[in-house]
């Protein structure tokens, strides 16, 4: 039976974009396909612009202590909007690489969504259909949002890189690594930020000792931490919405962000389709060589739910060309990760 291609990645964030190159690099014929930007969760809404708001939240501590050294400083305040347009036009750079990168390697690109038909065929969105031997799911995952009061009226972590300008307050609802994350960078910016956090300590499943001091340097820097706490009522009032607490609290917010977890992209894909089965959070389930129960379908990165890591998915990209076009199974060890939280102050 002959296939237009070798290899269709449906996913254009790292995990798809490095299987994408090292196969076509060894000879295989092969396309992906990319719905909305190159370079996925990390490059456009996640690592890297998090990291450059890291950066410029730091500042204002660096700015105190080059005084203290005897430094003479002269600083306004922090201007938002010149901030976010340098952060897009680094972003829209680094998606130009991704692009460079697919295009040099002979990979072929298609500005769509796709979706399965059946083992071996893919649709577009105009209707196109595309057959291939193999098929690697990459499409992450998104934030999540519980069925809380007003979660209509909140962002997400998606939303917090187009913001029109930065708000004097905010609400973060969430415990782990990325609430407590922009916690410190939007406190560092000058935000009034307040966190629920329904746990009774953030950051679970990380070292106890290191929560306590994370939460204990949040406080002290002016963040008002609410543990055991989750959203009673929430309404929108003017100047922002009014949110009340499962602890009897009670305040107005002019942004309030949810950053409760995240979901594997697992909508639309045609996975009944296929046959493919998913798991209970919606993840598509592989086995140890991130194949699905179908033999020529394939996933990789956060929409299997494994360890949701860029390093980790591009990894199990590079293992699944391994496996499938060099005839040398090579599965992934998940055990042992290490991992960073760029909250602040650093400890380690």
């Not at 490059?43 to 050294?69: H, N, T």
């Not at 998915?313 to 040398?328: C, D, K, S, Y």
């Amino acid at each position: 039976m002959s296939f237009d291609y070798d290899l269709f990645v449906i996913g254009g964030g790292s995990g798809g974009v490095r299987a994408a190159r090292v196969a076509a690099q060894g000879g295989a014929r092969v396309a992906l396909a990319e719905e909305d930007r190159y370079g996925g969760t990390c490059v456009i809404r996640g690592c890297v612009p998090k990291k450059l708001m890291v950066f410029a939240s730091e500042y204002r501590g660096a700015m105190a202590d080059a005084q203290a050294y005897g430094w003479t400083v002269h600083a306004g305040g922090f201007d938002w909007v010149t901030f976010r347009d340098k952060l897009h036009a680094e972003l829209d750079r680094l998606e130009g690489v991704y692009r460079g990168i697919l295009k040099n390697n002979g990979v072929e690109t298609y500005d769509s969504r796709a979706r399965l038909v059946d083992p071996h065929t893919v649709e577009l969105a105009d209707g196109t259909r595309r057959s291939a031997k193999h098929i690697l799911i990459a499409t992450g995952g998104r934030p999540f949002k519980p069925d809380l009061p007003g979660a209509e009226h909140a962002i997400t972590s998606n939303d917090i890189f187009h913001l029109e300008r930065l708000p004097k307050s905010m609400l973060i609802i969430g415990g782990g690594y990325i609430a407590c994350e922009f916690a410190c960078i939007l406190n560092g910016l000058g935000v009034r930020v307040t966190q629920f956090y329904r746990g009774a300590q953030i950051l679970r499943g990380f070292d106890d000792e290191a929560r306590g001091l994370v939460s204990d340097e949040m406080i002290a820097s002016g963040i008002t931490l609410h543990l055991g706490t989750n959203i009673e009522t929430m309404e929108k009032v003017d100047g922002g919405y009014r949110v009340t607490g499962t602890n009897g609290s009670e305040a107005v917010f002019e942004e309030v962000m949810f950053a409760t977890g995240r979901a594997p992209n697992t909508e639309d894909l045609g996975l009944e389709d296929a046959g493919i089965a998913v798991g209970r959070k919606g993840e598509i389930v592989v086995d140890r060589y991130s194949q699905t129960g179908v033999p020529s379908v394939y996933a990789i990165g956060d929409v299997t739910d494994r360890v949701n890591l860029t390093p980790v998915a591009i990894r199990e990209g590079m293992a699944f060309v391994e496996t499938v076009f060099n005839g040398n199974p090579t599965p992934v060890d998940h055990d042992l990760i290490a991992t960073a939280i760029f909250t602040q102050p650093e400890i380690g």
